[in-house]
């Protein structure tokens, strides 16, 4: 999907939550943290266009799993053409990762990386994303996010053990980079 027709999903949605894909500095602070060594599965949260879901593909141990949640369905036709066996689409939204994850027996996620746009999403709902994100990920592993402005901080903070923050400004608009890890 090219970035003007990503623009028109924003328009006729407003869940998108963005006016332009994720630029390749912002996919790269995304993804740093991961260790890709070791990471067996990992869950995306509002793949879109799919831009970050590549750039894990690409790294990705041959016997990992990545599974996203996404719910335009614009998008998820755009997901369904990247032929490769590690990727599990579900046209879910984020809330339900856990049953998800239950209902297939795929275990518990090294990361969560997701590019929701918390800010419209409920606070309750926001809230059960979070803790949810958090009572599904191993120790020692992390969700990372980003977000246009540092509302959400506090929120990381009381949910995760640590946070680390990071800054992609070269993307529309600059965004920041929410490191949330589960001691
Ligand atoms: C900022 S856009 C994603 C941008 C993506 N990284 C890209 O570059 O194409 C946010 C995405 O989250 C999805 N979304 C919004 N609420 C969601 C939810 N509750 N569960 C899953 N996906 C959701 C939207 O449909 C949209 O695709």
């Excluded at 120790?139 to 959400?152: D, E, L, N």
Aim: aromatic share 10%; charged share 20%; proline share 7%.
């Amino acid at each position: 999907m090219k970035p003007i027709q990503f623009l028109g999903q924003f328009l006729d949605n407003k869940q998108v939550g963005a006016v332009w894909p994720s630029s390749k500095y912002l996919i790269r602070q995304m993804i740093k943290p991961i260790d890709f060594t070791h990471a067996k599965l990992i869950i995306e949260y509002g793949p879109g266009t799919g831009n970050i879901t590549k750039a894990i593909l690409k790294k990705m141990r041959p016997d990992a799993k990545l599974i996203v949640f996404e719910i335009n369905s614009s998008f998820i036709e755009g997901l369904k053409k990247i032929d490769d066996k590690r990727l599990l689409i579900f046209n879910f939204p984020a809330e339900m990762a856990a049953v998800v994850l239950n209902e297939h027996h795929l275990g518990s996620p090294d990361y969560v990386v997701s590019s929701l746009p918390l800010a419209i999403i409920p606070n309750n709902t926001v809230t059960r994303i979070l803790s949810g994100t958090y009572a599904i990920l191993k120790t020692g592993c992390a969700m990372i996010q980003f977000q246009y402005s540092p509302s959400s901080l506090g929120r990381f903070k009381r949910m995760f053990d640590r946070v680390e923050v990071k800054f992609a400004p070269i993307n529309v608009p600059p965004a920041l980079v929410y490191v949330c890890w589960k001691k």
